[in-house]
């Protein structure tokens, strides 16, 4: 089954690696429309952060992240492998996909049970008790992202984005600043009882809309993400479904360019729970830095690596540190491109 896994990460890539292109000159477009990176739902920019510019038009950029990242209750670590394709289908519009494969969720605080009740769901013995539960009984410690966390550690999967970027105004236009509109949708990949508990999904289908702007003040480009994503219900066996709440995702970062090929990056991102009350004895509304490093050796592949750090933890002497690790290839079809 992970050979089936690594296999479809391969091939998510490939696509970006195979297709036809033809050689352009390196003047055919400004320079920071070629050094573009994916970030994490699969759109340009990076980590959380959208770049209102989008890719010249036929241009992809396809790779692979790999990621670790902290969230309390239960101090839980998640990894993933995400593989991304970005596409310019018109000069401001793009269209990105990601799947997150091989996902691994940790519960690391195994001293008290998800559930005090009769049941204990770490680990997991009987699915059908589970489903005989008014999921979620109470009292109850989950993260939203992982209703369905019923064994120490869940091995699988995930789900993945497909979304629009629109670009607004640019200063490359010659407008003031950057700004653009993104239109997402985290698609559901799986219904099963047995595989969603497993624990690395939502069970959910989500969309909704962010706004991302940008301001270039010398080497320094400021950048901000800001959206509200709306979460529907997770599905429990038996056909039943319990809320999930949404979220007000907001990511405030910069790039700087310490030369052509090295650019240096970093991130604040706040994740705000709203709506549906999370039916949790701790609510955690979690925050993280980011810092990190791009590198361009030519203007089709790069390298990023960086640093995450869970700020409010709700175990406060856990480890909680966390990773970035990535690469991509910007390819072309020029070949169909209008001049």
């Not at 990076?46 to 010249?56: A, K």
């Not at 790779?63 to 310019?88: M, W």
């Not at 809309?209 to 994503?229: D, P």
């Not at 980011?290 to 390298?303: D, E, M, S």
Request: positive net charge; glycine residues 10%.
């Amino acid at each position: 089954r992970m050979r089936l896994k690594i296999n479809f990460l391969v091939l998510v890539c490939s696509l970006g690696l195979v297709a036809p292109v033809r050689a352009q000159a390196n003047n055919d477009d400004d320079l920071d429309r070629k050094l573009k990176t994916p970030n994490y739902y699969g759109g340009t920019g990076v980590f959380h952060l959208f770049d209102p510019d989008t890719l010249r038009i036929k241009d992809y950029i396809s790779g692979i992240q790999v990621v670790q990242y902290h969230r309390d209750p239960l101090d839980l670590r998640i990894r993933n492998a995400i593989a991304t394709t970005a596409y310019g289908v018109r000069d401001r519009l793009e269209l990105y996909v990601s799947f997150y494969g091989a996902s691994e969720v940790a519960r690391r605080d195994l001293n008290a049970p998800l559930v005090t009740g009769n049941i204990e769901l770490a680990p997991i013995d009987h699915i059908n008790h589970l489903s005989q539960l008014p999921l979620p009984p109470w009292p109850f410690d989950y993260y939203p992202a992982f209703p369905y966390l019923a064994q120490k550690v869940g091995h699988d999967n995930a789900d993945g984005y497909a979304g629009l970027k629109f670009n607004l105004a640019s200063e490359r236009r010659g407008n003031p600043l950057g700004l653009a509109v993104i239109g997402e949708m985290k698609i559901n990949t799986e219904r099963s009882p047995i595989i969603l508990f497993r624990g690395t999904r939502s069970g959910a289908t989500e969309g909704g809309f962010r706004v991302a702007a940008s301001k270039q003040l010398g080497r320094v480009k400021w950048m901000t993400t800001t959206g509200l994503i709306f979460n529907g219900g997770a599905l429990y066996p038996g056909g039943r479904n319990f809320a999930l709440p949404n979220e007000w995702q907001t990511a405030l970062g910069a790039e700087f360019r310490l030369s052509e090929r090295i650019h240096l990056v970093g991130e604040f991102y706040n994740q705000q729970f709203w709506g549906h009350r999370i039916a949790s004895i701790h609510e955690i509304n979690p925050r993280d830095i980011a810092i990190g490093v791009q590198y361009f050796p030519w203007t089709t592949f790069g390298l990023i690596a960086g640093y995450r750090k869970f700020l409010n933890p709700l175990y406060p002497h856990s480890d909680h540190n966390g990773f970035t690790v990535g690469f991509h290839f910007r390819k072309a079809f020029r070949w169909m491109a209008r001049h």
